[in-house]
């Protein structure tokens, strides 16, 4: 449990330090936009509650998937592989630049 507290920690302070970057405010910006676009989508088309909409858009940007959700329309179908297409690759490079920011702190600190 420390361990992942201290994590979080660290995770959270190189994405306070990362506001700041613009490509940085980009790339959250887009996230931001693809979640809520398929927010709405899954929650308007596919019946899905708000809050089962955003986590089966979460799931599928990480890549993690959802056993209980899937869409049930071929409209929704093909929305999802765009929708995957589209979004992983913006999900991914956020993840990417918060992991390489909390990298750099890690090394700065042994090296002190």
Do not use: C, H
Not at 13 to 20: E, P, S
Not at 51 to 80: H, M, N, Q, R
């Amino acid at each position: 449990m420390i361990s992942f507290i201290l994590t979080l920690r660290r995770m959270l302070k190189a994405f306070f330090q990362l506001i700041k970057d613009k490509e940085f405010q980009v790339l959250l910006g887009l996230t931001a936009v693809i979640l809520l676009s398929g927010t709405i989508f899954y929650s308007t088309v596919e019946g899905f509650t708000v809050v089962d909409a955003l986590y089966f858009s979460v799931a599928t940007l990480t890549t993690v998937g959802s056993a209980t959700l899937e869409p049930a329309t071929d409209f929704g179908k093909i929305f999802t592989i765009l929708y995957m297409i589209t979004g992983i690759g913006v999900m991914l490079s956020l993840i990417l630049k918060v992991s390489v920011q909390m990298q750099n702190k890690k090394k700065q600190t042994e090296t002190k």
